[in-house]
């Protein structure tokens, strides 16, 4: 063979091989040590060799763990909460304002500025507006005669206050994917609507959320993936307390390695956070292929037309 | 098309300023504390009107610790970006051009690592890092991982760009002569350009912003600046001038590159919903 020509054949593998074996290295084996991991009970500060072999018993254990229990429940809560009022707030604003705007992008510009900054800066930043004494937002209230909230110090209200905050950091996210989605509705269904005598209402309810509905589930879902990785502004706002009121599981994991120095723990509990949002993965993969498959099928029966 | 009346387009403006304000009133507010004294927080008075000062800021950048965490946030942020590209964009090139996996298996690739939340990998990396591949409280350990969570995603995104190239073009170099590697170096990176672009600030950005990984795999010497922060606002007696001017100061970079490329960053956003 030709020099040439073994180059030739060997490129593809010489172009891939650098990103694979970073890829390899630093993260399907981390995920492949983490599964690992978590069957043997390995304290920090022992090295993994000296770790002994525990089964299930990190899961049994977790399991059984009332403070997990209480964090999976506000892990829970917590995603619910801002993928369903981010939906609403984005959509309704989307739907509110649609229509051709001077200056769009600067708007666009300034709405994503929130998920720019770094989490921390985020957490920072609300932790600063909720404080207490010379916080902008019980000050305000003040000013308007209300009594002030105790925000970030009171266990009935700090989920809310994280919950608002990623909100804040989140809605034009849901925003900017809805407008999108609706500027590239077809004109034609919106036309023949409004000729036949549709109210503003029944059009959305009728056409444009309907048609909006495969962008709207998926951002829904990739929303959803990114509730459960929240962990910086949580860490800075309230590092999930008072009590566990707060704690989340990303923070759970942290604690349990870092700060109980429990390893083999903590990685079952990564496993059972990494099989959570496995499986929203999944479901929006499978979702997007049907979605993809009907619009080819419809197109397909168009154009026999 | 509808015609709006002029009392309609009034209000529909002043909501989305309204918004405007609301989007950024907290990163003002950062702004003006950090422009502030001690004795102007505290004050009940007023948040608007006070004696701006930069004293906050000159502190904070008189503090070695503080520009050596700077340093490192800077060289950790641009090496693994320009890793993750020449690496992705490769990657990228060989499966769209020799047809390795369809675009399918790397969609789906890229979501599943897309998705794994950065707690999870905290005591595997620490684990390994420290113990097996001797990278613990060392910045290149740092920059393979932020390269290694980026790559999937640079990939995804420079594969679309890529398939836009047309093939002729390379078919062209190469009955002229250029080898593999040619064809990629001058045909193919120069058209990709806005893609590269795009793809760099998402990288730099995630390693800029990077909080927990870095709080596990660095020391004293080697933190990045959203490390300092957090421990320095664990003290009880925080100062929020200086804090909301470290603050500011991390939060500078992204804000200009989304001034600067706010189309690409839509773009990047927006792909991953809009088909899987």
């Known amino acids: 063979m030709k020099p040439t020509s073994i180059m030739n054949r060997a490129t593809p593998y010489l172009f891939l091989a650098p990103a694979g074996i970073v890829l390899v290295f630093a993260l399907l084996y981390p995920i492949g040590y983490l599964t690992v991991a978590s069957f043997f009970d390995w304290r920090m500060g022992s090295p993994f060799a000296d770790a002994v072999f525990a089964g299930f018993g990190n899961y049994a254990w977790i399991l059984k763990d009332p403070n997990f229990q209480e964090s999976f429940m506000v892990t829970i809560t917590f995603a619910f909460a801002v993928v369903i009022l981010e939906m609403i707030l984005g959509v309704g604003l989307a739907l509110m304002l649609e229509r051709p705007i001077r200056g769009m992008t600067v708007f666009r510009t300034i709405f994503i500025l929130p998920m720019m900054i770094a989490p921390i800066v985020v957490g920072l930043v609300w932790r600063y507006m909720y404080n207490p004494q010379f916080g902008i937002i019980n000050k305000t209230l003040k000013k308007w005669g209300f009594e002030s909230i105790p925000w970030l110090s009171s266990p009935d209200w700090a989920l809310p206050s994280v919950i608002i905050a990623d909100i804040w950091q989140w809605t034009p996210f849901i925003f900017i994917l809805s407008l999108a989605a609706l500027q590239s509705l077809p004109r034609s269904a919106l036309e023949a609507a409004r000729i036949d005598g549709a109210s503003e209402w029944q059009q959305i309810y009728y056409i444009k959320i309907p048609l909006m509905m495969p962008v709207l589930v998926v951002a829904a879902l990739l929303r959803m993936i990114d509730a459960f990785k929240v962990l910086e502004v949580i860490f800075i706002m309230t590092n999930g307390g008072p009590g566990l009121s707060t704690e989340i599981l990303s923070l759970q994991i942290y604690k349990t390695a870092f700060v109980s120095w429990e390893l083999g723990r903590a990685a079952a509990l990564s496993n059972i956070l990494l099989a959570i949002v496995l499986v929203i993965t999944l479901i929006m993969f499978i979702y997007t292929k049907i979605r993809d498959a009907r619009i080819a099928r419809l197109q397909a029966a168009a154009e026999q037309y | ?276």
């Open chain 2, 1 to 276: 098309m509808r015609e709006y009346s002029k009392i309609n387009t009034a209000i529909f403006y002043i909501i989305l300023i309204c918004l405007c304000l609301m989007a950024l009133g907290p990163i003002v507010l950062m702004l003006l504390t950090s422009l502030k004294l001690k004795v102007d927080i505290f004050n009940d008075v007023s948040t608007f009107i006070f004696m701006p000062t930069l004293k906050n800021y000159s502190s904070v950048l008189h503090d070695p610790s503080l520009m050596r965490y700077l340093g490192n946030s800077l060289y950790v942020g641009l090496i693994s970006t320009a890793l993750t590209l020449v690496m992705g964009c490769m990657a990228a090139y060989a499966l769209v051009r020799f047809q390795f996996m369809g675009r399918d298996a790397v969609s789906l690739n890229t979501l599943l690592m897309r998705m794994i939340p950065p707690a999870v990998l905290t005591v595997p990396v620490f684990a390994i890092w420290n113990f097996q591949y001797h990278l613990g409280n060392n910045l290149h350990g740092l920059i393979l991982v932020y390269v290694a969570i980026n790559l999937p995603f640079v990939i995804w995104i420079l594969q679309s760009f890529i398939q836009q190239v047309p093939i002729q073009l390379e078919e062209a170099a190469r009955v002229d002569g250029a080898n593999p590697f040619q064809v990629f170096f001058l045909i193919v990176l120069p058209v990709i350009k806005p893609g590269l672009a795009a793809a760099a600030i998402f990288t730099f950005r995630i390693a800029w912003n990077e909080f927990i990984l870095a709080l596990v795999l660095t020391n004293r010497a080697t933190r990045t600046t959203p490390v300092h922060i957090s421990l320095f606002l664990t003290e009880h007696n925080i100062d929020w001038g200086q804090i909301m001017a470290m603050g500011m100061l991390i939060a500078i970079p992204p804000i200009i590159f989304t001034f600067v490329a706010s189309k690409q960053i839509i773009t990047g956003m927006t792909a991953g919903a809009v088909k899987g």
